[in-house]
């Protein structure tokens, strides 16, 4: 039959466009959650650098404090910002896992993370 031929020719057409949309949407689909997981590492990092933002004022200050109760209480603040400095450093190197992680997966956002790490650390 001449019709045949044509309805198979078309089917195998339309097969192997199915199997190169099919691919474009894995590489798609790669691509999508390596960006989610290159946000997630922007994310945390710009927590951190918040974070220390807002306790460098703290760390800066060298007002000891004028009397007992004065130095008493800054005691406590610095008692209070080693143990969040502790905190920092430990999330630091949970940074630096998750770039790690990124960089063996070949994250193509990779350059990106890197930059931000540095400016973490």
Do not use: C
């Amino acid at each position: 039959h001449r019709g045949f031929e044509a309805i198979k020719g078309a089917k195998e057409s339309l097969d192997a466009l199915w199997t190169q949309l099919g691919d474009e949407l894995e590489k798609r689909k790669t691509l999508l959650e390596a960006s989610e997981k290159s946000q997630q590492f922007l994310t945390h990092a710009n927590e951190a650098m918040a974070w220390l933002r807002e306790k460098e004022p703290l760390v800066r200050n060298e007002d000891y404090g004028s009397d007992a109760d004065a130095a008493l209480a800054f005691s406590k603040q610095h008692e209070i910002v080693s143990t969040d400095l502790e905190a920092y450093l430990r999330f630091i190197g949970d940074l630096q896992g998750e770039a790690s992680s990124l960089r063996e997966d070949e994250n193509p956002f990779i350059e990106k993370v890197e930059l931000r790490l540095k400016e973490v650390q």
